[in-house]
């Protein structure tokens, strides 16, 4: 199964929120999930695993290494990609 979140400010669901459904269901035996930069949503993954909120085997991936290149807050082309907010 595979769920597109999308970049919204304020999304209806969140990484964690799948992926906790993910964890709790005995068919999925690993779950994949596809990042970018802005905001905190990896971050609260993260923190997941290493509460063992999460077990299952996860590969994430974090897009945007252009990041870097700013020294000062940058709005991406869409509400929830940013790069250097505080957030993150």
Known sequence: EG?????????????LDVLLRF????????MVLLGEVGGREEYLVAEALSDGR??????????????????????FGHAGARARGDEE
């Open 23 to 30: 964890e709790a269901d005995p068919n999925v035996k690993m």
């Open 54 to 75: 999460l077990s299952k085997p996860l590969v994430a991936w974090c897009c945007g290494t252009a990041a870097e290149a700013f020294d000062y807050e940058v709005q």
């Open 3 to 15: 769920i597109a979140i999308g970049g919204g400010r304020w999304p209806g669901v969140r990484f």
